[in-house]
């Protein structure tokens, strides 16, 4: 069984640029979770979704930030113009129906330059 | 709104000693679970263990144990027979499970760094 699967691995982009950021989950897992950790910090928490639902977004800034989770396909995490206080990990987690463990993807780390 | 506390940024222990890190954390809520999380340099997110608020037994994983003292919204991990492969961050996270059925995201302490040292 595959794990979580992130892309890309590193991303660089220009201020201004719009980021993606794309995960898919493991396998029966349907349900969603995107986290942000800057350097020497824990993960924060930015958004829950399940399938064509966002749950909980209360983690994530209210502009330039988006998410969505399609029925068919991964979860993506956009940023739009992005700022240099945009460079992080960021990590997505997925879990079977909420109340058990989440597991992580590897992250993909944003620079912005 | 939770939070979860980790006093100790950096430990460092001899190969083979037994360390243990600590984490508190604050809550009004009484349906959750507690996590410690390790993130080697490869900056991978790995579940160590895992307890249930519900469950007064304390969980143990092989070398890995924690100490749940529900009352002083305290966990602490215990690592036995320490290895080298053991130096990563290692997270303390809180979760709450909601009466929908739901989970809440997990909010994480700041991490402590464990060097297990040859």
């Known amino acids: 069984n595959a794990g979580v699967m992130q892309n890309p691995r590193h991303l660089v982009r220009r201020r201004g640029q719009e980021a993606r950021l794309r995960c898919s989950p493991m396998?029966?897992?349907?349900?969603v979770y995107w986290y942000r950790q800057l350097p020497e910090e824990g993960l924060k928490f930015m958004v829950y979704?399940?399938?064509?639902?966002?749950?909980?977004e209360s983690g994530m800034p209210k502009e330039r930030f988006s998410a969505e989770f399609p029925k068919e396909g991964p979860s993506i995490l956009r940023i739009q113009q992005v700022v240099r206080g945009d460079s992080a990990a960021y990590f997505c987690?997925?879990?079977?129906?909420?109340?058990?463990?989440?597991?992580f993807g590897p992250g993909t780390r944003l620079t912005v330059t | 709104a939770q939070t979860v506390t980790q006093s100790q940024p950096e430990m460092s222990v001899q190969e083979a000693e037994t360390v243990t890190l600590s984490c508190t954390y604050d809550t009004s809520e009484s349906n959750y679970y507690l996590f410690w999380y390790k993130q080697p340099p490869s900056r991978q997110m790995i579940l160590v263990i895992r307890?249930?608020?519900?469950?007064?037994q304390n969980a143990t994983e092989n070398r890995f144990s924690v100490n749940f003292q529900k009352a002083a919204k305290s966990f602490s991990l215990k690592i036995s027979d320490s290895q080298l492969g053991d130096t990563a961050m290692y997270f303390c996270?809180?979760?709450?499970?909601?009466?929908?059925?739901?989970?809440?995201?997990?909010?994480f302490g700041k991490g402590t760094h464990l060097i297990i040292q040859p």
């Open positions: 996270a809180f979760m709450k499970l909601n009466s929908g059925g739901g989970a809440d995201g997990l909010t």
């Open positions: 979704l399940q399938k064509e639902n966002i749950i909980d």
């Open positions: 307890q249930e608020a519900y469950k007064q």
């Open positions: 987690a997925s879990s079977p129906p909420p109340g058990n463990e989440q597991y």
């Open positions: 396998k029966g897992h349907s349900h």
